[in-house]
């Protein structure tokens, strides 16, 4: 699958695109990007990727069968820079339909703009109403309070906590395995069966059906 088409978001003061993007543009998540521990302490991973790791990763998501992943491009004064990537890994098609998903914004200077938020919107979209899955999960390290945010915007909740899953800043951090919901109905009444999903499911239903009918409003495909 590799990479997903474009979506286009546009918002009051930045347009963001999801879209696919080139071998060299990869280089712009490292040097300094990843190469910083303040981008990387709430990844799971702990090495600093040079030009070499980045070629490595590209060609093994280009081919992945198992993922979509977009750019995430900000778009100003009618120039276009990557600044992070999100994905939908670990796709499965079985009795119920689930990935994970994933985003990194790379550019510490381009956090905090709302930038994440609006590529979950359309990412959930792209998994929800494209793709047919009943369920995305996601996991967040106690700390990472934007990311947090930022999914449970979008209607994501915890259902399990991974206890002293990670040692970061002179801490153990406990993760919040996090899942997305379909709201829709013939994938909510599959996924729920006979059990009456709790206030905070419901809630959660509400925050995604109100995603998903802002991305068909506003979402350019
Ligand atoms: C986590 C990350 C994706 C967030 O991206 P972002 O574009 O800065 O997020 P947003 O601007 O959409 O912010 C999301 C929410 O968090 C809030 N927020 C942002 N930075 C914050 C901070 N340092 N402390 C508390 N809240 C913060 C925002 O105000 C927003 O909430 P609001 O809509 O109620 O105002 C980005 O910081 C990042 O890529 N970090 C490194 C990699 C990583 O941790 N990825 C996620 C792994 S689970």
Redesign the pocket.
């Known amino acids: 699958m590799a990479f997903g088409p474009i979506m286009t978001i546009p918002n009051k003061n930045h347009t963001i695109i999801l879209a696919p993007f080139e071998r060299e543009d990869s280089l712009e998540f490292i040097n300094p990007g990843m190469q910083q521990m303040g981008?990387?302490k709430?990844?799971s991973r702990r090495s600093a990727p040079v030009t070499d790791d980045e070629y490595e990763w590209y060609e093994s998501i280009r081919k992945a069968k198992d993922n979509v992943i977009w750019g995430v491009w900000l778009e100003h004064n009618k120039t276009r820079e990557l600044v992070?990537v999100t994905e939908l890994m670990e796709i499965r098609y079985s009795h119920v339909n689930q990935a994970t998903s994933?985003?990194?914004?790379?550019k510490p200077e381009?956090?905090?703009?709302?930038?994440?938020?609006l590529a979950h919107r359309a990412r959930t979209w792209y998994a929800f109403e494209q793709m047919g899955l009943h369920r995305v999960k996601?996991?967040?390290i106690h700390g990472?309070?934007?990311?947090r945010?930022?999914l449970e915007?979008v209607g994501y909740t915890s259902v399990y906590t991974e206890r002293n899953d990670m040692f970061v800043d002179g801490q153990l951090r406990h993760t919040d395995c996090l899942e997305l919901l379909n709201p829709a109905e013939t994938f909510w009444a599959q996924w729920w069966g006979s059990d009456t999903p709790g206030e905070e499911a419901a809630k959660a239903r509400e925050r995604t059906v109100e995603t998903l009918q802002w991305c068909e409003k506003h979402l350019r495909t």
């Open positions: 981008v990387t709430y990844l992070g994933g985003i990194q914004i790379s381009y956090w905090g703009m709302g930038i994440a938020s996601s996991a967040v990472n309070i934007a990311s945010k930022a915007k």
